[in-house]
């Protein structure tokens, strides 16, 4: 865990409930041997370039947190820079939970997952909506996905302020359709081969079999 990443989320009360329980002095080493900047390396950039979904939770004005989970083609979350992220809002079922959330409190917390490799990246960072200002149609350009029928109403920048690696205990993995696909398809060659193979064999002993009561 980076140091700027504990420094976003032990605060006090958790510090307190870590002094009670033991663990305060671990952590405390651990930011002390932990780099301190917050910029995205190539690990975390590649691997969000990966990912077709996200979660993403953010803080309504009544105190509530709020979880949203957002999917598209693998690398729909595109690192603009080590530090900045962005994605396409589409046109979907006009709640406008997580924008109304923003306009309180620019906060965000991101999960990404990766679960056939049982591996989740933490992001923690600060969205900036771009709609209707000055940057708004060249950023809604840029990031206007291949599939026409999807509306971008909104580019979504999220500055970057902590990321955190989990350990891959607990994540059962799971795999996609197109993962399975993959992991099956000599399985599905070797099976087409045998079928045909089959249907060679049947015909063959059928028409040694009609030669034979001839
Ligand atoms: C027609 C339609 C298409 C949608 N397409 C996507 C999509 O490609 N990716 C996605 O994450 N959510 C998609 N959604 C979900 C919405 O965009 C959803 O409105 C948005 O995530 C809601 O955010 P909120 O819960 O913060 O209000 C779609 C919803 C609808 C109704």
Known sequence: MGRRFQELVFTPLVKQHQQERGSRRQYERMAEQSPSGSALGPDEQAFIALRDSFYMASVGETGWPYVQHRGGPKGFVRVIEPGLLGF???????????????????????????????????????????????????????????????????????????????????????????????????????????????????????????????
């Open 88 to 214: 396409a809002d589409l046109r979907g079922n006009k709640q406008y939970i997580s924008l109304g959330n923003f306009d309180h409190d620019a906060r965000v917390a991101l999960f990404f997952m990766d679960y056939p490799n049982q591996t989740r990246l933490k992001v923690l960072g600060r969205v900036e909506v771009h709609e209707h200002d000055s940057q708004a149609p060249a950023l809604i350009e840029s990031f206007r996905p291949e599939d026409k029928s999807s509306v971008v109403e909104r580019v979504i920048l999220i500055h970057v302020e902590a990321f955190d690696w989990n350990c891959p205990q607990h994540i059962t993995p799971r795999y996609t359709a197109e993962e399975i696909q993959e992991v099956i398809a000599p399985l599905t060659e070797r099976l087409a081969k045998l079928d045909a193979e089959n249907a060679r064999l049947r015909e063959e002993l059928r028409a040694r079999s009609k030669i034979e009561r001839a």
